[in-house]
T-cell receptor, first 112, second 117 residues
Framework: AQSVTQLDSQVPVFEEAPVELRCNYS??????LFWYVQYPNQGLQLLLK??????LVKSINGFEAEFNKSQTSFHLRKPSVHISDTAEYFC??????????FGTGTRLQVFP | EAGVTQFPSHSVIEKGQTVTLRCDPI?????LYWYRRVMGKEIKFLLH????????ESGMPNNRFLAERTGGTYSTLKVQPAELEDSGVYFC???????????????FGQGTRLTVV
């Protein structure tokens, strides 16, 4: 079955520290990968996506993710987090269908 | 441009009652999706409309759930009768139809938090 795994349900980190949120997906011939973010009291917003081309994709607020086909991973990283990055982050995958398969989410808590 | 709007934001109902959730997609978006997140678990796909037609309803849990999109604009999701396990956050998303398997970005609403007691 097609699935997405986010092993870390919560990640606490101090401001300005680096962070990595892990995402692994079940293998498939072709996949499209996404990270969504949900800030408190808001809807899901697309943070970044990989469709093809360069395996390293970046968001406008300093996050980046690398598609690793051999590891079937799409980990999200930021070298220095800010208080405003506190949110829940969801990894999602398109398996050549028109629906997204989501992971269980990782709650990032940034402390001052 | 208004985003995807969902109403109500919260709903608390008793087991056995009926609840109707509404989603207004972004104007011009033919694709409309419903997803649900049960507490602590992943966000799961429920169904997909293209205009007023159900493209994929493979994620609908059972026949207590009825989704409609009359006229291809807003959509409603009715749960009748509601059970305790129906509690969760119901998300709606919309996107443009491009004719390809992978459509453009899906925009999500804030969700409706449903609590069945």
């Amino acid at each position: 079955a097609q699935s997405v795994t986010q092993l870390d349900s919560q990640v606490p980190v101090f401001e300005e520290a680096p962070v990595e949120l892990r995402c692994n997906y079940s293998s498939s011939v072709s996949v499209y990968l996404f990270w969504y973010v949900q800030y408190p009291n808001q809807g899901l917003q697309l943070l970044l996506k990989y469709l093809s081309g360069s395996t390293l994709v970046k968001s406008i607020n300093g996050f980046e993710a690398e598609f690793n086909k051999s590891q079937t991973s799409f980990h999200l990283r930021k070298p220095s987090v800010h208080i405003s990055d506190t949110a829940e982050y969801f990894c999602a995958v398109h398996y050549n269908t028109d629906k997204l398969i989501f992971g269980t989410g990782t709650r990032l808590q940034v402390f001052p | 441009e208004a985003g995807v709007t969902q109403f109500p934001s919260h709903s608390v109902i008793e087991k056995g009652q009926t609840v109707t959730l509404r989603c207004d997609p972004i104007s011009g978006h033919d694709n409309l999706y419903w997803y649900r997140r049960v507490m602590g678990k992943e966000i799961k796909f429920l169904l997909h409309f293209v205009k007023e037609s159900k493209q994929d309803e493979s994620g609908m849990p059972n026949n207590r759930f009825l989704a409609e999109r009359t006229g291809g604009t807003y959509s409603t999701l009715k749960v009748q009768p509601a059970e305790l396990e129906d509690s969760g956050v119901y998300f709606c998303a919309s996107s443009r139809w491009t004719g390809e398997v992978l459509n453009t970005e899906a925009f999500f609403g804030q969700g409706t938090r449903l609590t069945v007691v």
